[in-house]
């Protein structure tokens, strides 16, 4: 098993532009999330998906949106990137009800220019 | 509002010694209280957790202490080595959605040879 996967591990952008970040895990999880890991603050969460077709905001939502139209994938797409979206961009997925452990994908390095 | 309080920022130790890292909540419907390490440029992994039904929770050299009604929980390491230097995260949620979990800022640990 591959785990969670993300792509790209880098990125730069110029501010107003848009992207999508990848996110595929293959452990048929139920659970998936993405989260946002800033200096000195810990990581936030940004998007959570409780299955296929259905999504919900967390804590810092704006600017972001996501679908699931599969269990196995949950793209982040930036709207129009700002530079306060430089940031650390991590992928997590969970068996949902029958384990509490979130597994973490490596990470995408966004920086926005 | 940081909802989970973690200290220290950064912790130094000497091979063979005792690191401590502790946390505090203020949401007293947290029932779920995890601890993360991180090792530069990889996505934080689940070392430990516990629920609050107990005080205590120990797996290998990890353990966890639980205080409920001083809202405090903390992470002890004995025998520290520097294979342990990483950054670690408490975290606290009320449940396995993970969508209102709160992350602390991190400690950065180094344990010294």
């Known amino acids: 098993n591959a785990g969670v996967t993300q792509t790209p591990k880098f990125q730069v952008l110029k501010t107003g532009q848009s992207m999508t970040l990848q996110c595929a895990q293959d452990m048929n999880h139920e659970y998936m999330s993405w989260y946002r890991q800033d200096p000195g603050m810990g990581l936030r969460l940004i998007h959570y998906?409780?299955?296929?077709?259905?999504?919900d905001q967390g804590e810092v939502p704006n600017g972001y949106n996501v679908s699931r139209s599969t269990t196995e994938d949950f793209p982040l797409r930036l709207l129009s990137a700002a530079p306060s979206q430089t940031s650390v961009y991590f992928c997590?997925?969970?068996?949902?009800?029958?384990?509490?452990?979130?597994?973490f994908g490596p990470g995408t390095r966004l920086t926005v220019t | 509002q940081q909802q989970v309080k973690q200290s220290p920022q950064s912790l130094i130790v000497q091979k063979g010694g005792i690191s401590i890292i502790n946390c505090a909540y203020e949401?007293?419907?947290?029932?779920?209280f995890p601890w993360y390490q991180q090792f530069p440029g990889k996505g934080p992994a689940l070392l430990i957790a516990?629920?609050?039904?107990?005080s205590e929770k120990k797996e290998g050299r990890f353990t966890i202490s639980f205080n409920k009604s001083a809202k405090q929980f903390s992470l002890h390491i004995m025998d520290s080595q520097p294979g342990d230097s990483a950054t670690y995260f408490c975290a606290a949620s009320t449940r396995p959605l993970h969508n209102d979990m709160r992350f602390g800022a991190g400690t950065r640990l180094t344990v010294k040879p």
């Open positions: 516990i629920r609050p039904d107990v």
């Open positions: 949401n007293t419907a947290f029932d779920y």
């Open positions: 998906s409780v299955g296929a077709g259905i999504t």
């Open positions: 997590a997925s969970s068996m949902g009800q029958a384990s509490y452990e979130q597994y």
